[in-house]
Structure formats: structure tokens, C-alpha cells
């Protein structure tokens, strides 16, 4: 089955406590992006990446790192977590054609808690 | 870099009548622009999207209409049933230079009341 798998789905943690939120695609999608959704600003990008070594910052990429080492895995990572990062993380692949964005498929999304 | 701001934020329709969401975006050089449904607790799911070369496009009771000149897009869904009770969004993906961004509107409550 076609699909974006994030890990964890949930996770309580405290400030300055580095994490990293796993992202992966069995679609072979070039390309990978990270949002983040908090209520009234709808969903807002972090990083994306149009191919593996390529990474490309979002609207709020501040307190966030990406990597892209492998085509179907695209990880964010929170060197030293906030409590104005407490959201609700989803990544999302889709096609790239070279020209313009494709459908993107969705992960489940991960609820994240800074304490 | 691209702007994107949508209307109304909540609506509130009968069963059976029309609802129309409105989105407005900065960059002329926008080319593709899709619409997400996302039911409570769930992921975003695509519903609709078009592209720049095209002035509306039909998929059942869902319509998109885009105006480039004007740079707004509206989501129309007829006849609703209370399963399209949900929030909706809609994105535009600007091509300037290397980026290849999806900027997202901020959302629209639709509840349908039987």
C-alpha cells in the first residue's frame, strides 16, 4: 500500500531535549516536505527536499533541521526542543516533474508536546 | 514570497445547498493549486487541483475556478451531503527560482446541518 509513514504518532517531552520525528515513503517520490499545523495558520512549511542531498527552507525553518541521505526518508530533527514548537507535524511526498508541484500525499501526522 | 489567504474561515450550509470557499494569492508566477480536505483527527487529504493553463475544472459535485488575472480561486461543492463536514484548504506552489514551495491558506471550517 502506497503511503507516508511518520513515528512517533505521539510524544510528550521537555525543553532542550534533542528529537527526531522519522519520516518515510514507499512511493519513490523525489520529493519530501515537513508542515507544521496550529489552529487559524493552517499548515505551515518547514523544509522540503526535491531530491536526496537537496534540502530547501520552508516558511519556519527556524529550531528545525532536515536531512535527506536517502530517497524515501526525510527526518526532522529538534536539536533543542521549545514549547513554541508544541504542534502538529505532518510530512507529505509527491512526484516532482521539474516543473511544478504534483499531488501530495500525506502522512498520519505526529502530535508533539514541549513541556 | 507566495501569500495565500482564504475565505470565510467557518460556513455553515443545509444539507442540499451550495458552499463556496474563496482564496486569494501574491505571485503571478503560481502555477499550481490544489484543495485539501482534512476530517477532524485526520490527515489532509487532496480532493481538487489545478493548474495554471486551465480555468475550471469539474470532479462530481466539486468545482474549481481560477481567475489568474484577478489571482483568487474558489472551491465550489454542490449539492452537500454532512460527510463533506470538514476542514478545507487550499495552497498555491510558486515556481520562483529554485523554490518549489506550497504555501497553505489557513482554513475553512464547512459544516453542513442537516
Known amino acids: 500500500e502506497a503511503q507516508v509513514t511518520q513515528n512517533p504518532r505521539y510524544l510528550i517531552t521537555v525543553t532542550g531535549k534533542k528529537l527526531t520525528v522519522t519520516c518515510s515513503q514507499n512511493m519513490n517520490h523525489e520529493y519530501m516536505s515537513w508542515y507544521r499545523q496550529d489552529p487559524g495558520l493552517g499548515l505551515r512549511q518547514i523544509y522540503y527536499?526535491?531530491?536526496?542531498?537537496?534540502?530547501d527552507k520552508g516558511d519556519v525553518p527556524e529550531g528545525y533541521k532536515v536531512s535527506r541521505k536517502e530517497k524515501r526518508n526525510f527526518p526532522l530533527i529538534l536539536e533543542s526542543p521549545s514549547p513554541n514548537q508544541t504542534s502538529l507535524y505532518f510530512c507529505?511526498?509527491?512526484?516532482?516533474?521539474?516543473?511544478?508541484?504534483?499531488?501530495?500525499?500525506f502522512g498520519d501526522g505526529t502530535r508533539l508536546s514541549i513541556l | 514570497g507566495e501569500n495565500v489567504e482564504q475565505h470565510p474561515s467557518t460556513l455553515s450550509v443545509q444539507e442540499g445547498d451550495s458552499a463556496v470557499i474563496k482564496c486569494t494569492y501574491s505571485d503571478s508566477a503560481s502555477n499550481y493549486f490544489p484543495w485539501y480536505k482534512q476530517e477532524l483527527g485526520k490527515r489532509p487529504q487532496l480532493i481538487i487541483d489545478?493548474?495554471?493553463?486551465?480555468g475550471e475544472k469539474k470532479d462530481q459535485r466539486i468545482a474549481v475556478t481560477l481567475n489568474k488575472t484577478a489571482k483568487h480561486f474558489s472551491l465550489h461543492i454542490t449539492e452537500t451531503q454532512p460527510e463533506d463536514s470538514a476542514v478545507y484548504f487550499c495552497?498555491?506552489?510558486?515556481?520562483?527560482?529554485?523554490?518549489?514551495?506550497?504555501?497553505f491558506g489557513s482554513g475553512t471550517q464547512l459544516t453542513v446541518l442537516p
Open positions: 527536499s526535491m531530491n536526496v542531498e537537496v534540502t
Open positions: 489545478i493548474r495554471s493553463n486551465v
Open positions: 495552497a498555491a506552489s510558486s515556481p520562483s527560482g529554485s523554490a518549489r514551495q506550497l504555501t
Open positions: 507529505a511526498s509527491s512526484p516532482w516533474t521539474g516543473q511544478s508541484n504534483q499531488p501530495q500525499h
